[in-house]
């Protein structure tokens, strides 16, 4: 019986306080101020009854999860209703306060985007995601000063789903374009509505009666704390939460703590005093008396002006020893010349210990329809053979080796190689020597073009069926190219037609 008593005193303590709030100023505040409060509330139930109700409607048309979504909405933007309603009749509360009051509005945004985390296999779900997205707009009455441009990013983070909505039921269902015209004019015309009543944040009451005190509905009379906000779900989505009620400063929390320290901590004590002037007296530990007389003499001195030089005496140049070089070898043995600074000169350097070469170990191995040939030293019977049209070969870093490839292949590409010998049979592609130092290429059969590249020393056999070979050399030197004669020899033939000169290089 005491449970039912205590929930009908709560539920008329909530339907007393919207009264309250509706009902306007009482007696003690002025006229004016309940004019100016009129003002407002009405210009929000116009939204209310117009974009908001014909989204409503809409929603309700398309039915399923869109329409329980717009009646979250319809919930929130009467939760928001009910702020402004309390801030029409009432002064600016205390930050505690105030985050009781903000407590229904953050509540069913929180609602509104779970509804959309909950539903993420809902055909709808694009329709769920404008909203989801935006809702936050409904934040603007924290967003001091500028909420206005606050409604305006939520307004656009919704514009990715709503363009969805627009490409996938443009053609189909005019229902659903209606429905997100509708629901963008939401946010365009509470964002024409704040810049006309709220331009710096929500406006409240300069003066207030007793009994429209703003205080928080019995609801949400409870502490309030940090964990008035949306609980984590998705990384994917926007997560509303509220911001500092405060923007010109930190404000005192509800137990009345002080605010803590700047993260910088105190500021540095000040320097402490100069220290006492130096005794000129060269005598410690004596009175003030010898000091004084010493002082007195230094000065007069000083004072005397152009007769302080009267007492020197004038050296002639036969006495100046830059002048007359026989006086340095005078008067024992010359004192050390004196030098000036010299310039800094850095300490040199141990030469640094020249890095082991790491022998890396040979291979010849097919890998796919590369045969690779690397790392070879004084190996002179490397043989490829069993050899497909569509295989190359690619030999790198082999010294003083020889290699045989047997039968018709793609390429050849010979890199970084030293005292390298190649012997082919044919190639439908190209040979290519890149980066060698005396190598040697031996056709046996045919081939169509040979490239010689950064190369020093090289020398290119060619046989009878090669002869018509183009042969492209660039930034060599060194080449030379030999043909058989009618004896079978081979000859040097500089002259050979069909070669290609890029860059510098000359032939032997």
């Known amino acids: ?25 009482g007696a003690g505040a002025g006229g004016s101020a309940g004019g100016a409060v009129a003002a407002f509330v009405g210009a929000y139930d116009d939204i209310i009854n117009g974009p908001v109700a014909k989204y409503v409607a809409l929603s309700q048309k398309i039915g399923g999860d869109v329409q329980k979504h717009a009646d979250m909405m319809k919930q929130a933007f009467s939760s ?31 609602q509104v985007q779970a509804y959309r985390e909950q539903n993420r296999t809902s055909p709808l779900f694009n329709h769920l995601s404008a909203v989801s997205e935006s809702v936050p707009a409904l934040g603007w009455v924290a967003m001091a000063p500028k909420p206005a441009p606050f409604v305006k990013e939520m307004q656009d983070a919704a514009m990715f789903y709503t363009n969805r909505v627009l490409k996938d039921y443009k053609d ?35 003066t207030v009666s007793h009994q429209n005190r703003a205080e928080p509905h019995s609801e949400n009379r409870t502490e309030p704390h940090s964990e008035n906000r949306a609980e984590p779900r998705s990384e994917n989505r926007r997560v509303f939460i509220w911001p500092s009620v405060h923007p010109q400063g930190p404000v005192a929390s509800a137990s009345g703590a002080p605010p803590s320290a700047p993260a910088g901590g105190c500021p540095p004590p000040p320097p402490g005093p100069p220290p006492p002037p130096e005794d000129l007296s060269g005598t410690p530990g004596v009175g003030g008396d010898g000091g004084a007389g010493t002082r007195n003499a230094l000065f007069a001195a000083i004072n005397q002006g152009a007769d302080i030089t009267r007492g020197l005496k004038h050296v002639s140049d036969d006495q100046k020893t830059h002048k007359n070089p026989g006086l340095r070898s005078q008067g024992g043995p010359a004192a ?10 850095s300490a040199p350097r141990p030469a640094a210990a020249a890095a082991p070469s790491r022998a890396l170990p040979p291979v010849l191995e097919l890998e796919g329809k590369k045969w690779k040939v690397e790392n070879q030293e004084g190996a002179q019977g490397l043989v490829i053979s069993n050899t497909e049209l569509k295989q190359v070969v690619y030999a790198y870093k082999c010294n003083q080796s020889t290699l045989q490839v047997k039968g018709k292949i793609n390429s050849i590409t010979i890199d970084n190689c030293k005292k390298m010998g190649l012997v082919f049979d044919d190639v439908v592609g190209i040979v290519e020597v890149i980066n060698c130092r005396d190598v040697k290429v031996q056709v046996m059969g045919k081939i169509p073009t040979i490239s010689i590249n950064k190369t020093d020393g090289c020398h290119v056999y060619l046989s009878q069926d090669s002869l018509s070979c183009e042969i492209i050399s660039a930034k060599s030197s060194e080449m030379n190219i030999l043909v058989p004669n009618k004896d079978g020899e081979f000859v040097s033939n500089s002259e050979h037609g069909p070669v290609r000169h890029d860059g510098s290089c000359g032939f032997l």
């Open 80 to 110: 928001q209703r009910r702020l402004l309603a309390t801030a029409s009749s009432s002064q600016k509360p205390s930050d505690a306060v105030l985050t009781g009051l903000l407590d229904p509005v953050s509540k069913a945004i929180q």
């Open 172 to 206: 189909k269902d005019k229902t659903h374009v209606d429905w997100v015209k509708a629901y963008v004019s939401i946010w365009t015309e509470l964002q024409n509505y704040i810049k006309q009543h709220h331009t710096t944040g929500l406006s409240w009451s300069k």
């Open 1 to 25: 019986m005491a449970a039912e008593l205590a929930s009908l005193v709560e539920r008329l303590e909530v339907a007393v306080g919207r009264l309250e709030a509706v009902s306007g100023p």
């Open 336 to 345: 050390p010349v004196r030098s000036g600074p010299k310039p800094f000169a």
